[in-house]
């Protein structure tokens, strides 16, 4: 990572060997039905992100340092706002949640069972979604 992401945010989740956590981009509307299904048997989670945030920059390296390897069953899929506002429109509708940047969701049994935005994000504890 060179000195400007440090400073100014990458474009790309971090990518840090030692982390656990496996990012899924989330590119495609049809992505939702694929969440949903899957929600029936896994935890989803789902970040929304904007790289053009300070604060989104900065939550998104955080957050990725709250997963150990207790948390490699939770699927954790990445919207980059600016990219994909579409997509974050249609999680509104289909998770029944207000817009916020940024932002994460916990989708279990075809539902949203939370969800946070901002630095309440740091304070999530992933084990009670396990």
Known sequence: MSLFDD???NKEPHKDTKNTLHWIPLT?????EEITSNSKN????IFKHSTS???SNMVI?????LFTEEHQSLKVYYLDLLRYR????????????VHESP?????KNE????NTSHYDILEINLSRFL
């Open 53 to 55: 945030c300070g604060i």
């Open 103 to 107: 932002q994460v969701l916990v989708i």
């Open 42 to 45: 896994n935890t989803i989670i």
């Open 86 to 97: 579409n997509i974050s429109n249609e999680i509104s509708k289909v998770f029944e949640v």
């Open 28 to 32: 495609n509307e049809n992505q939702l």
């Open 7 to 9: 400073l100014f945010g």
């Open 111 to 114: 539902v949203s069972v939370f």
């Open 61 to 65: 390296k955080r957050f990725e340092k």
